[in-house]
């Protein structure tokens, strides 16, 4: 079993929808818990990151963290067609493991946003 | 702004050749990683390094090799490539440390076929 699920999608919105995004992990030693986008042909960029529990908000952006259910979600309103893109999420354990600095990556949902 | 540049867009390669993938970053970043991105798997750490001749095993490092001999710059190597090694290969760095443990700056990635 990987230990970061995302289904692959795709997920297609209209325009002006709001997009949900959701990971579930099974590692209870993650303590970061990120949001990559990723463009087609480029790399993939940091849009958010949670440490911990809670929610974050940037913007048309949410990010949730649920760690008593190891679930985290990315919210996206006021969907628009730049938007279509590929999200990772990402997680890592703090720095009193092994795995301090290395992240593991979902799969990633392609969204697309159509006009 | 960071940038992490990578020396091939795409590149094709014979079955047993020996295959250089180069990585350059240029913001003085200590960490330094290596992954594959596969439809339905996500990104997979292969090698990383946490300083100049520094390296470490990642997820699925069979087949794989490494060298950093200056900070800015990190290599993985393809000894004898075979079929199963087509595919996206992105490299990212990090600043180090205790510092923003979350957050990879990404190269636009290789895509490698193996024919």
């Known amino acids: 079993q990987k230990e970061v699920e995302q289904d692959p999608g795709p997920l297609s919105v209209p325009e002006g929808a709001i997009v949900s995004l959701n990971c579930t992990y099974s590692?209870?030693?993650?303590?970061?818990f990120m949001w990559y986008r990723q463009y087609s042909r480029k790399g993939p960029e940091l849009l958010m990151y949670?440490?911990?529990?809670g929610n974050k908000e940037d913007g048309r952006f949410t990010a949730q963290v649920d760690k008593s259910s190891k679930y985290i979600s990315l919210f996206i309103r006021d969907s628009q067609p730049s938007d279509s893109a590929t999200y990772l999420c990402?997680?890592?354990?703090?720095?009193?493991?092994?795995?301090?600095?290395?992240?593991?990556f979902g799969a990633g949902t392609q969204v697309v946003v159509t006009p | 702004d960071v940038k992490v540049t990578q020396s091939s867009r795409y590149l094709v390669k014979r079955t047993g050749e020996k295959v250089f993938l180069e990585c350059v970053q240029d913001?003085?970043?200590?960490?330094m990683f290596w992954y594959r991105q596969d439809p339905g798997l996500g990104l997979r750490l292969i090698y990383f390094?946490?300083?100049?001749?520094?390296?470490e095993k990642g997820d699925i490092p069979e087949g794989y090799s490494v060298s950093r001999e200056k900070k800015e710059r990190f290599s993985l190597i393809l000894e004898s490539a075979s079929t199963n090694q087509t595919s996206m290969y992105l490299c990212?760095?990090?600043?180090?440390?205790?510092?923003?443990?979350?957050?990879?700056?990404f190269g636009p990635g290789t895509r490698l076929t193996v024919t």
């Open positions: 990212a760095s990090r600043l180090g440390g205790e510092v923003r443990p979350y957050e990879q700056y």
């Open positions: 590692n209870s030693a993650f303590q970061y």
């Open positions: 949670t440490y911990s529990s």
């Open positions: 990402a997680m890592s354990a703090d720095r009193t493991t092994d795995s301090w600095g290395k992240l593991q």
């Open positions: 913001m003085d970043h200590e960490n």
């Open positions: 390094s946490y300083d100049v001749k520094m390296k």
